[in-house]
């Protein structure tokens, strides 16, 4: 079941010739209109007229994270600010966080690619989709709405949170699929079963499950307890939000690509040569159609190898596995991107507080929770139990400001947390998610 089949089985040739076309397009746009995209290609001794094939791309300097927060909120915006339609972010590495802006044109590609995802589900007209993702700057629950309207199903915009409400209304709208975040999904199977709840009162085929990684056992579970297909749906901010790769039904492995959209490789993450087809390595994407914020080879820092077999579904667009694991430390929980970085940047200068710390992330109840350790600076003794309840909430309130999600913060006696060099040892993560 395709949404738009002539785009989705396209003969790989004629598809590759749009590639380069809107490569070509692309490039020629940032080299205009970003004057970091320009400097940069100079440097690296590339005009846009050495893009001659699809190889070429390798010419082109990559896009970090770090670029779109040196250039916040507008400097690598390629359309005129009038133009521009809708913003969205996420969180940075450090205190601000990373802007996209859509144009008119932005927002209708981005609703045809979640469309197609929709249609890789199965799902339809005649479907009630409930977005259980956040609505707001986060791109999940908007980024999915849009689709669905243009598929032309029934949107139900409960957002994230609340749970009995959207139980509730779940069973009452008679919802044939939900979008969230797989790890919300669980919860909620979890509350029904342990309510004892028949599921034969829920109209649920399909769930559209992204924006944190998650597993085949995950999968598994959820598939059970719900009594529906799970399908992973990929995407991020920097690109333009869920909606860049999808599973479909019918094969249920690997997510495709829309590759008339967004160009891929897949290189090693120390050298940037290419890995070949099967093996893993860095995921990096360039987009060939998005207007107001293009990025050139954005380094996505997620893991992944090409499945290069035909898929039995018949689309044309290559499938990646789902995700392996990062090159960076960075964090997913409950959805929502952190850096241990972050953590720093809150607690530095705070009377009383030593810069250390560590994070304990765990998955308890399907609920993903965020420990905060921070340690206590020496002069601040520990019996000023006062002072030290103060502490407790300002520290908690300052992390919680950055990051956006709520910590459980445990003050810690001087010098009891381990020094290390390494990054790994600001981190502890026991949730096994790849
Ligand atoms: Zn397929």
Redesign the pocket.
Known sequence: MYWNEPMETMPREALQRLQLERLQHTVRRVYQNVPVYRTRMQEAGVSPEDIKTLCDVRLLPFTQKSDLRDNYPYGLFAAPQEEIVRIHASSGTTGKPIVAGYTAHDVQVWAEVVARCLG?AHITRADTVQVSYGYGLFTGGLGLHYGVEKVGAKVVPTSAGNTQRQLMLMEDLGATAIACTPSYALMLAEGLRDTGFDMSRLKLKTGVFGAEPWTEAMRDEIQKLLGIKALDIYGLTETIGPGVAM??L??QS?L?MWEDHFMFEILNPDSGEAMPDGEVGELVITTLSKEGMPTLRYRTHDLTAVIAEP?????THR?IRRLRGRTDDMLIIRGINVFPSQIESAIVGIPGIAPRYLLVVDRVDNRDTLEVQVELAPELLSDEVRRVEALQQQVSRAIEQVIGLSVKLKLMNPGSIQRSEGKSQRVVDKRKLY
């Open positions: 890789c599973e479909c019918e094969a690997g495709h898929c039995p579904c018949g689309r499938r």
